[in-house]
């Protein structure tokens, strides 16, 4: 698959083997966690060196909740041996299989390079979005002059909705906060 590299978005996460007949751990990123097994394909990096790598599918056989975790069966991999090479691999979707959002709604993947704004003072861009369990923070990448020097810091925000974010244009691509 040669696609371009921008349009994939990562959903999860394949952990550490699970036993000895091949299955692995496995962390979803989506919003809810089962949705990840609705995504088709879903991709992994298959590097073939350091630096060169190919797209291939990820053929889940067999998904079930384990401990409040997934614990997924991989077609083809029946021991622990062969699970270990698909530990801490990420997981992969095309944004073109993300079903279309309306006005109101929006993806992460859309945040990003959002510029912030307080009180009409630009604060920085949205440079990667994390969580604390409790909610989502954007990290927002702020230069500032210094010694006649551009300097970088990092700014962390809550996504806290109303309280914090107070507007999200994506068309835009500007943030609104408190």
């Given at each position: ?9 990562i959903v999860g996460k394949i952990l550490k083997p699970y036993g000895i007949l091949g299955w692995l751990h496995l962390f979803s990123f989506t ?51 062969e699970a270990e090479k698909f530990n801490t691999i990420n997981i992969f979707i095309h944004e073109k299989t993300l079903p279309k959002s309306n ?76």
């Amino acid at each position: 698959m040669n696609l371009n590299e921008n349009k994939y978005i990562i959903v999860g996460k394949i952990l550490k083997p699970y036993g000895i007949l091949g299955w692995l751990h496995l962390f979803s990123f989506t919003e809810k966690k089962k949705n990840l097994f609705k995504y088709h394909p879903l991709l992994i990096k298959k590097f073939i060196s350091k630096k060169k790598y190919i797209w291939k599918k990820l053929l889940i056989q067999k998904w079930k909740i384990y401990k409040k975790q997934f614990i997924i069966k991989i077609k083809k991999i029946n021991d622990r041996t062969e699970a270990e090479k698909f530990n801490t691999i990420n997981i992969f979707i095309h944004e073109k299989t993300l079903p279309k959002s309306n006005d109101t709604e929006y993806y992460w993947k859309d945040i990003i390079g959002c510029t912030i704004y307080k009180k009409n003072k630009k604060i920085g861009l949205v440079y990667k979005i994390t969580n604390n369990t409790i909610y989502d923070i954007l990290i927002v990448k702020v230069q500032y002059m210094e010694n006649n020097n551009i300097n970088i810091k990092y700014k962390y925000i809550p996504f806290i909705e109303k309280k914090i974010i107070k507007l999200v244009n994506i068309k835009k691509k500007i943030i609104l906060i408190e």
